[in-house]
């Protein structure tokens, strides 16, 4: 079963290990928040390539990476949007990766999307740049298990919530 799209908030998308199988055609990524797109991008396996800006962050080889780590743990509620170029929506483009990435970065006007971007986005001044300092120098370990426990509470209080 392959799904055209997946969204969910950052603390979740770090507590899956491994790609499941129903996202293993998602080609296209998209890290945002609830206004502003900071990135787009394509990959053959989105997944796996979210997870490279992730760790690149540390290494200052990822500037969306960083940008990420530089706000954590507010970057925790940024959302992680994995798509398929082959979906009705990028029919448009008659589903061609390159294409789709393009009407992608066209609709949103990432912040960090330099190339095929005539009008990024100004970075909103509430988010530090991604040449800030890390506000917390922790292991990717550390940063997982403060997600996991950020989940953890969320799902609490939806439960206790659902029992009202």
């Not at 448009?92 to 066209?106: D, H, P, Q, T, W």
Request: hydrophobic share 40%; aromatic share 12%.
């Amino acid at each position: 079963m392959n799904i055209e799209n997946i969204a969910m908030p950052l603390k979740r998308f770090l507590l899956v290990e491994q790609c499941p199988a129903s996202w293993k055609s998602l080609d296209l990524y998209l890290i945002r928040d609830e206004t502003v797109a900071f990135y787009a991008g394509q990959s053959y396996l989105a997944f796996a390539r979210v997870w490279e800006h992730l760790i690149n962050g540390f290494k200052g080889h990822s500037i969306v990476g960083r940008f990420v780590w530089c706000n954590w743990p507010r970057s925790m509620s940024f959302t992680i949007e994995l798509l398929s170029s082959q979906s009705e929506r990028f029919g448009v483009v008659g589903n061609e990766l390159n294409a789709s990435e393009r009407l992608l970065i066209r609709h949103w006007s990432p912040c960090f999307n330099l190339s095929q971007n005539n009008r990024p986005t100004p970075l909103p001044n509430s988010y530090f740049p991604p040449n800030a300092p890390f506000r917390r120098r922790q292991s990717l370990r550390m940063l997982i298990h403060e997600a996991e426990r950020a989940v953890k509470a969320d799902d609490t209080k939806l439960w206790l919530e659902n029992m009202e």
